[in-house]
């Protein structure tokens, strides 16, 4: 197998495990969903053409997707590149906040009781 095919298999097997067997590693820790939260399944709901579950997940996969998109078109343009990349953490945190303040701890923002944290305290 040549180089080129085990880096394409690579990557193949690793959009295979994100996206079954994810497990958000800052949610596993804490038990608080971080500002991604939810993407997977916002994206599963999407693909099955079932907007409206998808935008309940996470209203901002559509536009995460649309700058991944303009950053690839725009890869030898840093400076267009870092300006799209301050808009989406700035989106993303406003949206996080919201939803904490809107959401947490119900669904789509729920405590994870199985987190490290929550575990750590329960025996202490």
């Not at 209203?59 to 998109?69: Q, S, V």
Request: hydrophobic share 50%; net charge positive.
């Amino acid at each position: 197998m040549t180089s080129q095919k085990i880096k394409k298999l690579g990557i193949v097997v690793l959009l295979f495990l994100l996206l079954f067997f994810y497990k958000c590693p800052f949610q596993t820790i804490t038990g608080i969903p971080c500002p991604g939260c939810n993407m997977t399944t916002s994206l599963y709901y999407l693909l099955h053409t079932d907007m409206e579950r998808s935008l309940y997940y996470h209203a901002l996969l559509i536009p995460t997707m649309l700058i991944f998109l303009a950053c690839v078109y725009f890869r030898k343009n840093e400076k267009i590149i870092k300006i799209l990349l301050i808009i989406w953490c700035i989106l993303m945190i406003a949206y996080y906040i919201y939803r904490m303040i809107m959401y947490f701890p119900n669904s789509p923002m729920v405590y994870d009781r199985n987190s490290l944290i929550y575990f750590i305290f329960r025996h202490i």
